[in-house]
């Protein structure tokens, strides 16, 4: 039986007969067991050593690229935050440097434009032409090229 089929032993052991039995066995190499040496026995010991160690290895590195995105993330958020603060608190100094100018605007109908409430008499006190307030403040420079800044005083006109 041996000499007529070479894989008797599936490759892993070595095939011998029996003379007195009238049998062939197989003599297993190591590792294998079985009437032909078909089954392992140690099957998960010899080729989960680099399994579990690949599997460490890449989960370590997929947790550092993780984090290490979390972190460029988070730093990215708290520098826009910050920009944002930064922003409105320059946005709150503009402002509080200014006066109110609802008092400062001229009337629409100082302007020789048509109002309607002028037409029927019905303005309102604060919109009464020939009182007319502006004001200019000297210690902020003037956003309009060319533009001659006055003192930083109300004038009635």
Known sequence: MCIADPTYCNDRGRCQFDSIDKKASCICKVHYTGDHCETRTDAYAESSVPLIIGLVIGGTALLLFLMFIGAFFGYRTRMHERKLKQKEARARARLSHQPSMVRAL????????????????????????????FYSDVDEPSRFPGHQQSSAVFQRS
């Open 106 to 133: 001229p009337a629409a109908s100082t302007f020789g434009a048509y109002s309607p409430r002028a037409a029927m008499g019905t303005t309102a006190p604060w919109s009464q032409p020939g009182h007319h307030l």
